[in-house]
């Protein structure tokens, strides 16, 4: 079922975001007067095509499911017969040529402008970002965050939900910032600062997982307090020999209280091989369990690996403790849903924070600071489009704005073969009056040739990495 809406997913991800770049390129240049002779989805065997119009411009479906393209009358590529020789890509004004290619990407910056206000205006499932008890030595704690407090502000952006505190939190800590934190604590906004200069979010990592940032700022959702309940045993667990059951309580560790499921959670992590005394409620009576919590290394991603105590459960908030929370009116989930013009002003700054990032990324990657491991392939982008359809429509939405923008964002890196290696040489062109030689044209497409093989080599390889882990 996962594989099935993965492939489904990928398909209508890839198939919308490229039919708008190609018709981003085929709209300007028949606005422009340039003949058009094959507008095309995918490359390869065409699966099936049609001709219409004046110009019997041919639409068609490939096989390989990739990218596609746009043909234009041109006359290096073949005889133009004098009547349509002005109707020729490579016969028209620099600006012409600039304007079509450019075309493309910006039909995906528009895009994804429009994905993200109908997100928006849907309406965002999130959680709310309250804290749970930082760890003592965590940056949290440092900024003066405590448990209960609900984070607001970080940088001056506004956080309604953890989504937005993470993508918050990556910014700076790709640009390595110290940045100003709000919180929120008993109807009073306090503010901290949220040092980030040492969190590099895009630092090597062998498995290839994505870093939890939230994590490593110390982050724990708050739960409310109460005791711990079992939901499931996994056999051949420390839980399972120890003889827990489904449904118990946790009521004491070692003839002391806790607070809440994590605190026992925590506790275990940190005995691993320790013999520990719980106290479990089961049926209406209380019996004293001893459990040793199995030592297992922690490879967290971002993080080094570490010895810690499993016992192999899987531990939620006791019924009890959680009506009381719903009487009490406390509700971690949100809704985000703004109107048409709010949601148009959110999706702009939305993008803009993105293609920010991205560059940040990039320029990371040819300095060295940030790893080749932070690179994804179609795999990654099939399994993401599946997670996101799972989720929900908004979500899905936010994704194919999110790979709209990245598409954009790609092709207009000044690379030869895309779309801003040839904006760079009609760039040339209109300040040497005339286009570079076919000598420079044949090497520079032979070195971003070898740039974007090379490129999708390593996605490839990281996404089966991935998938390996």
Known sequence: ?????????????????????????????????????????????????????????????AALPLGGFVKMLDEREGPV?????????????????????????????????????????????GVLPKVGTPPPESLLSAAGVRDGDVITRVDGQPVHSLSDLRLAILEGGVARQTVPIDFERQ??????????????????????????????????????????????????????????????????????????????????????????????????????????????????????????????????????????????????????????VAALSMAIERSWAMTTLTYRVFAGLLTGQASLSNLSGPVAIAEFAGQSLLIGFSTFLGFMALVSLSLAIMNLLPVPLLDGGHLVMYGIEAVRGKPVGPMFESLATKVGLFFLVSLMAVAFYNDISRLLH
């Open 81 to 125: 017969p004098a009547a349509e020789q002005h109707r020729a890509f490579n016969r028209q004004p620099v600006w012409k040529r600039f304007l079509i290619v450019l075309a493309g990407p910006v039909a995906n910056i528009l895009l994804a402008w429009v994905l993200w206000m109908a997100m928006f205006m849907v309406g965002v499932q």
């Open 187 to 340: 109807g009073a906004v306090h503010r901290g600062m949220l040092d980030l200069s040492g969190l590099n979010p895009l630092k090597n990592n062998p498995t290839g997982a994505v870093p939890d940032v939230l994590k490593e700022i110390g982050y724990q959702l708050w739960v409310p307090p109460g005791d711990a309940v079992i939901h499931k045993v996994l056999p051949d667990s420390a839980a399972a020999a120890a003889g827990l059951k489904v449904g118990d309580e946790i009521t004491a560790i070692d003839g002391q209280p806790y607070r809440d499921p994590w605190a026992l959670i925590r506790f275990i992590e940190q005995h691993p091989g320790q013999a520990i005394a719980l106290a479990v409620r089961r049926d209406g009576n209380t019996q004293a369990i001893t459990i040793t919590p199995k030592a297992e290394t922690d490879t967290a991603a971002g993080a080094p690996a570490k010895t810690v105590g499993r016992i192999g459960a899987q531990i939620g908030l006791a019924p009890a403790a959680l009506a009381k929370a719903k009487a009490e009116g406390t509700e971690l989930l949100v809704v985000e849903r703004y109107g048409p």
């Open 1 to 61: 079922m996962n594989i099935l809406l993965s492939l489904i997913g990928f398909l209508i991800t890839i198939g919308v975001l490229v039919a708008f770049h190609e018709f981003g390129h085929y709209w300007v240049a028949r606005r422009l007067g340039v003949k058009v002779l094959v507008y095309s989805l995918g490359f390869g065997k065409p699966l099936w095509s049609v001709r219409r119009g004046a110009d019997q411009i041919e639409y068609r479906i």
